[in-house]
């Protein structure tokens, strides 16, 4: 059977972040195309569906790493910040955005909530990225 540590990650993400624009629960906010990712960041992204990438990415973390919070995923999507002739030093990714994609994700059904440690993924959810990276393999394969 193949699971999602059997494909290349990119194209599991991008290829689920199609699957996750056909559902009605999981659209982006009115803010999200001026948002800027975090705080290292100096724009906001310049694809138009980035935030469907960034639902998928969050799915697949979560099934990957198992439970966490909008903090912990907030660090996952950091980086360093410029801070002029000082160095760089890390900062962490925007909260605002992984706890709303999360929030999504989980009236989608694809998240479930766990006591005091964030989300964890749903069955629906690991069929989903399952059954996803089963067509990038065959994919692939030919």
Avoid at 113 to 133: C, E, F, H, V
Wanted: hydrophobic letters at 35%; aromatic letters at 8%.
């Amino acid at each position: 059977m193949v699971t999602v540590y059997d494909v290349p990650a990119e194209e599991l993400i991008l290829k689920t972040a199609e699957k996750l624009k056909g559902n009605d629960k999981i659209v982006p906010p009115e803010w999200a195309e001026f948002a800027r990712t975090g705080r290292h960041t100096e724009r906001a992204p310049t694809q138009d569906d980035w935030w469907y990438t960034r639902a998928a990415s969050i799915l697949r973390k979560l099934y990957v790493k198992g439970p966490m919070g909008s903090s912990k995923l907030a660090a996952e999507y950091g980086g360093f910040a410029d801070k002029g002739s000082m160095p760089n030093r890390a900062v962490k990714g925007s909260r605002n955005i992984a706890r709303k994609c999360m929030m999504q994700l989980e009236a989608a059904g694809y998240l479930l909530p766990t006591s005091k440690q964030g989300r964890m993924i749903s069955p629906k959810g690991q069929s989903l990225l399952d059954n996803t990276a089963k067509e990038v393999f065959d994919k692939g394969k030919n």
